[in-house]
Nanobody
């Protein structure tokens, strides 16, 4: 019914940049907030950043000033982006897209992307 397709992960040197994208498609009635989480090996999944339907943003302290979240919901594009600059080795993790949305006929729920690996070498 609904798909979240992520792209943009990869290997980058410390100080470099990457841009993640996550596109939601399917029988979507309404989208509330969208965001990104990450999970490093042996650690829990933590919030990186999220953005409300009104455009308000929230960032983890560890990424403030380096990462920027944005969204594009025009023309049913339903995409959330994460621009990651000044990357550090400790940013290495699998990054997951998260969308809180309502699918036709269902209640608002959290939906997750498949995850994309980001590796930052020192």
């Amino acid at each position: 019914q609904v798909q979240l397709v992520e792209s943009g992960g990869g290997l980058v040197q410390a100080g470099g940049s990457l841009r993640l994208s996550c596109a939601a498609s399917g029988a979507i009635f309404s989208i509330d907030h969208m965001g990104w989480y990450r999970q490093a090996p042996g650690k829990q999944r933590d919030l990186v950043a999220n953005i409300t339907s009104g455009g308000s943003t929230n960032y983890a302290d560890s990424v403030k000033g380096r990462f920027t979240i944005s969204r594009d919901n025009a023309n049913a594009k339903n995409t959330v982006y994460l621009q990651m600059d000044s990357l550090k080795p400790e940013d290495t993790a699998v990054y997951y897209c998260n969308v809180y949305m309502q699918v036709y006929g269902l209640r608002y729920s959290d939906y997750w992307g498949q995850g994309t690996q980001v590796t930052v070498s020192s």
